[in-house]
């Protein structure tokens, strides 16, 4: 069998002696995890050891495989320079991993090297292999970054990996190296949020059942709002298991310093069919999206149409009959945003009416949104399922003179300077300060920090 095992690893620095200078003792539960693992590794002899790191290159649309014959990188970045290592590449695999994966329609490949250093994601779990006993003058390595591209192309580069390994007839072993969430506690690093701790539980749970399924289709908002960096690494993962028959081990899982360590391990036995994530989660894609559907209101039921129709046949749809009267007859400026897996794919919209009724407004911004967003590329017919839209209708903007008179959830803002002006909708996830929504609608308008703005607000209907 071509995969041998696979591990998911947290990538802590002070867990590292050298680093934490006693404070690692706080996490010895994960430190003697790590270190049974590493052992498992060793006696297992792979050939090639893959290690997907989110501290490696990372692009929103590409796999970043590292190039070259081999790689160094020390920790001094956490003052223990004297921690340093070095590892010899398998550029076979890393050839015809490139080439399959661009041959199946993964972008995927060596493009884009910036620093050839080894990560701290990388290094730490080489660093208790090293200890363990790893011969590297005989063992080759992998080094893989993530991605910002959907679950299902995360697993789809898995299986790929996975069957690269066959062809070439590689014994390998599979890192995930990635931490759960980092706002576990008030007084950590990063503060608490209350979907941290929900997200930690259920990754934990789904990694120890083996339930690759529920890993694949976690709830977005939880994972965004946990600060999470390692689930990407795991869908990989997933992948590269495919059909395979797992037995999850939980060795470890620990938040003492207000970031969640999990250390899972994934013993494989034969093949078994019934494991076929990637056709299950389209299964599970497909009726999401027809429940979706189902329930959308009539505002969000023609930005669709308006969308569809044009990225189907590159022209304008036409207004459907039937259109109640608060679209017929009100005019108001309206923005059409789209979400796909979680993520921003594209927001257009007017401050005020600029078409002769709001059923236009929408029709016209539903296009923008998909063609027009300098953010991003035009959306594609193969994307059109996992859009997710909404709609706001705005209000008449409000001047307004102080910034108490600003209520993040409540009120969307306007800040101008000059011909400069900026806008940003109200109730937006990650945005939790009247601050925030003000620094935000600046950069928006390429208003520096420090200038001063006037300000309106004004509230939204929201359709979904």
């Known amino acids: 069998m071509s995969i041998l095992g696979a591990a998911v690893v947290p990538h802590p620095p002070i867990i590292l002696p050298e680093v934490g200078r006693g404070e690692e003792e706080k996490i010895s539960a994960t430190t003697k995890a790590y270190k049974e693992i590493s052992r498992r590794i060793v006696d297992l002899q792979p050939d090639t050891i893959i290690i997907t790191s989110p501290h490696s290159i990372m692009y929103s649309d590409y796999f970043h495989i590292s190039p070259g014959e081999a790689a160094a990188g020390n920790m001094s970045a956490f003052r223990a320079p004297q921690v340093a290592l070095a590892i010899n590449y398998d550029t076979e695999f890393v050839r015809k991993l490139a080439a399959d994966a661009m041959a199946q329609g993964v972008q995927a490949g060596t493009l884009g090297e ?27 390595f992998l080094r893989i970054g993530l991605s910002g591209m959907s679950a299902a192309a995360h697993y789809k580069f898995g299986q790929i990996i996975s069957h690269v390994a066959e062809d070439l007839g590689r014994k390998i072993f599979f890192v995930a190296s990635g931490d759960l969430s980092h706002k576990l506690k008030a007084d950590g690093p990063y503060g608490f949020v209350e979907e941290g701790p929900q997200f930690d539980s259920q990754v934990m749970e789904n990694l120890s059942g083996a339930d690759f399924l529920k890993l694949l289709t976690m709830d977005n908002k939880i994972c965004n709002r946990a600060a999470e960096c390692g689930l990407r690494s795991f869908w990989i993962m997933a992948g590269a298991l495919d059909k395979k028959s797992v037995r999850a081990e939980k060795l470890s899982y620990e938040g003492t310093f207000g970031v969640g360590y999990g250390i899972v391990y994934f013993d494989i036995g034969g093949e078994d069919s019934n494991r076929n994530f990637a056709y299950q989660l389209a299964k599970f894609k497909s009726f999401e999206a027809a429940k979706r559907k189902s329930s959308e209101d009539v505002f969000v039921k023609l930005a669709r149409r308006s969308l569809e129709t044009f990225v189907k046949t590159h022209a304008p749809a036409t207004l459907p009959e039937n259109l109640p009267p608060e679209l017929l007859n009100r005019r108001a400026g309206a923005f059409v945003s789209l979400h796909k897996d979680g993520n921003l794919r594209g927001c257009i919209g007017t401050i005020i009416a600029t078409q002769k009724n709001l059923a236009e407004e929408i029709l016209q911004n539903a296009i923008s949104a998909c063609s027009k967003d300098p953010r991003f590329e035009p959306v594609t017919i193969d994307e059109l399922d996992d859009i997710e839209y909404s709609v706001d209708v705005l209000g008449e903007p409000e001047r307004i003179f102080d910034v108490k008179d600003l209520d993040v959830r409540r009120y969307g803002v306007i800040v101008e300077n000059g011909a400069r002006r900026g806008l940003l909708l109200p109730d937006l996830e990650g945005v939790d300060t009247v601050a925030e929504q003000i620094a935000i609608a600046k950069r928006k308008a390429g208003i520096r920090p420090d200038e001063k703005v006037s300000l309106w607000r004004f509230e939204v209907i929201r359709h979904h």
């Open 114 to 140: 910036r620093n050839p250093a080894l990560d701290h994601g990388t290094l730490i779990p080489l660093r208790f292999l090293q200890q363990a006993g790893l011969d590297f003058n005989r063992v080759k």
